[in-house]
């Protein structure tokens, strides 16, 4: 009986010489596949790299199955991730979703190399929790919860189009219910001043181009909207194909492009408060201030500050403000610094636990502080009740305060039944 395929999967294969002792190959880590190897030309110290490959060779090489009614050790886990990835991911019309997605299940794709029928819960708690074999990185509780949730979602798509005939169980870790981080008025001030100093800077010298006021913009959005941050930088100026608009005329956001399908991340229309609709419909009718102008190469050149989305650079829509935030986080002062080993050299590296989607946190926050009521701010924030009841009540001057004032207040004194009739006054 011949033996089970082990799937592909890496192998170290260790330093090979000729009989007149030169060197014939070496020491690598390869891909096996059906009984072939392939060079990554990953050294020992390189096991990221050369799982990152492996992954790369099994979405590209691996042609999915879709056959029906398959049993579970018959299917390989690589069939059901790449049919969920064509079927599923690259139909989204988000390009960041369908990259941090694509990132995601080539994670699975390295760990997870076997049959359906492999999967149990201790596979899944070592994926999170380790023990970290041949020098793999574990993922943090919450990025492997979510690349576990990856899985379970691309298993139930091939059950639902009867490609196997059964599901095992993933286990997730627990969620962690983090503290909902929020700016303070100050703090929401000194970002938004530190995004609109910001500039560009050459061998330590500072020029006088502005690098952060698509920042400052996308700021203001995102704190008095409360609109999550992919919304923000894909939100133009009139009706566009794919994407939200702001109507400047009516002073609407239409966070949900209308060809978009309704998901668990609520998008719903709201309204742009007076002050950020003035400031909106100013940055449409003025021209971008560029110092390139005498060399002509400026892709800004004849264009407003939101000449076709709200949160423009160079002339286009922003597809990420992580990076440009995390440096007005620094300058503000938002975050401290911790020392990590950076290429083999201990540096102090500025972290903080503040993000773009804190300023979905502070708006709903600003909300509850200001005495909103919850229906009227979980609409105007896109999100249910139940949510906003959860993580921001406590902040509503009114979190409960009848319970509150009760608790201090003496106790009524009871009442006796009396044996006494009492008939009606005499005529």
């Avoid at 919850?374 to 999100?383: N, R, Y």
Wanted: proline share 5%.
């Amino acid at each position: 009986m011949p033996r089970p395929s082990k799937g592909i999967r890496l192998v170290w294969r260790s330093e090979s010489r000729k009989a007149d002792g030169s060197l014939r190959s070496k020491a690598a880590w390869y891909i096996e596949d059906a009984g072939r190897r392939h060079p990554t030309g990953c050294g020992k110290s390189e096991l990221v790299e050369a799982q990152r490959r492996l992954a790369e060779y099994i979405n590209e090489q691996h042609q999915p199955t879709r056959q029906r009614n398959r049993d579970p050790d018959q299917v390989k886990i690589a069939d059901v991730v790449n049919v969920y990835a064509e079927d599923v991911v690259a139909l989204n019309p988000s390009q960041s979703y369908r990259k941090e997605t694509a990132a995601r299940l080539l994670a699975i794709l390295t760990f997870f190399t076997g049959t359906v029928a492999d999967i149990s819960g201790a596979l899944c708690r070592e994926y999170v929790n380790g023990p970290a074999k041949n020098g793999r990185i574990l993922p943090t509780p919450a990025m492997g919860r979510r690349q576990l949730e990856d899985l379970r979602a691309a298993i139930n798509h091939y059950h639902a189009e009867k490609y196997i005939t059964a599901v095992p169980k993933i286990v997730l870790p627990a969620r962690s219910e983090k503290a909902k981080r929020a700016l303070t008025r100050s703090e929401a001030a000194t970002l938004l001043w530190a995004a609109w100093q910001m500039r560009q800077t050459w061998k330590g010298q500072e020029s006088d181009r502005r690098t952060g006021r698509h920042l400052a913009r996308f700021i203001l959005t995102g704190l008095y909207t409360g609109t999550r941050s992919a919304a923000i930088c894909g939100a133009a100026t009139r009706p566009t194909t794919g994407r939200g608009f702001v109507d400047l005329e009516r002073g609407v956001f239409y966070r949900r492009a209308a060809d978009m399908v309704e998901t668990r991340k609520r998008q719903p229309p709201v309204r742009v408060p007076d002050r950020l609709l003035a400031h909106m419909r100013r940055w449409a009718r003025t021209p971008v201030d560029i110092k390139t102008k005498r060399r002509g190469k400026s892709r800004t050149i004849g264009r407003m500050i939101a000449h076709d989305f709200i949160v423009e650079w160079e002339g286009g829509p922003v597809r990420s403000v992580r990076k440009a935030f995390k440096t007005a986080c620094e300058i503000a002062g938002l975050g401290w610094y911790e020392p990590r080993i950076v290429k083999g050299v201990e540096t102090q590296v500025f972290v903080t636990d503040v993000t773009p989607h804190t300023l979905r946190h502070t708006a709903a926050t600003w909300l509850m502080q200001n005495g909103v009521e919850l229906s009227k701010a979980a609409d105007f924030c896109g999100m249910t009740e139940a949510v906003l009841r959860k993580h921001y009540y406590h902040h509503h001057p009114d979190f409960q305060a009848d319970a509150a004032a009760a608790i201090t207040a003496k106790a009524p004194a009871p009442r006796r039944k009396s044996t006494v009739v009492r008939f009606g006054a005499p005529t």
